[in-house]
């Protein structure tokens, strides 16, 4: 039973248009959240998190939503460039994030010059 | 320099042969893991150690072991490799296991033919 879902496995984006990946949960013990953008050829790396305790974080030209009574978040790049194009990995933690993080399978976005 | 260094990062071997995938890590994390990413399945956890000599399964260890002697190691051993365990893995590491920035290696590319 997949508990972190990213139901898009691709997304093609214009250059300075925004980037909208999204991530739906189904535990509910849920209460940490993280964003990971991967690379070819190189590990994932952190890129935002939010905690259950907020709806919205945001980190320059990322920010990230979450809608706790619909079990979803989104990833929002804006504008987007070239040089996001990656694969984004949605991932959740429970017991304020002291227990492995879930991942997605991952949303892979490409960013059209 | 903060990192996480799997060794090796290629790998062609045969059915059977026992192999050891290396991890050290230079942060002093208490936490470690080791990932396989395989195509349209997106991360998944192979087995997780929250300090030394305490070591859990994740989603997929069959196959799989592990030992965690001392803080900066976390091995990841092939047994008795087969087919199925080609794929590209990760070990990542961090302060908690599943809160704030999770280091991730650049990963180790098995193939087992």
């Known amino acids: 039973d997949q508990q972190v879902k990213q139901n898009s496995p691709s997304l093609s984006v214009q250059e300075g248009r925004i980037s909208i990946l999204n991530c739906d949960y189904t535990n509910s013990m849920f209460d940490y959240f993280l964003w990971y953008k991967k690379y070819p050829a190189e590990g994932p790396t952190f890129l935002i998190s939010i905690s259950s305790i907020k709806d919205k974080n945001e980190d320059g030209r990322f920010t990230v939503f979450l809608n706790k009574s619909a079990k979803h978040l989104s990833l929002h790049i804006v504008p987007s460039q070239p040089g996001d194009s990656a694969v984004y990995f949605c991932a959740a933690s429970a017991n304020s994030g002291n227990t492995p993080l879930v991942f997605g399978k991952g949303t892979r976005l490409s960013v059209i010059a | 320099e903060a990192q996480v260094t799997q060794n090796p990062r290629y790998l062609i071997t045969v059915t059977g042969k026992k192999l050891t995938v290396t991890c050290s890590q230079n942060m002093n994390h208490e936490y470690m893991s080791w990932y396989r990413q395989d195509p349209g399945l997106g991360l998944r956890q192979i087995y997780y150690?929250?300090?030394?000599?305490?070591?859990d399964k994740g989603d997929v260890p069959e196959g799989y072991k592990v030992s965690r002697k001392e803080k900066r190691n976390f091995p990841l051993i092939l047994e008795s490799p087969s087919p199925n365990q080609t794929s590209l893995y990760f070990c990542a590491s961090s302060w908690v296991a599943g809160a704030g920035e999770l280091f991730f290696g650049e990963g180790s590319r098995l193939t087992v033919l």
């Open positions: 150690s929250m300090n030394v000599e305490v070591t």
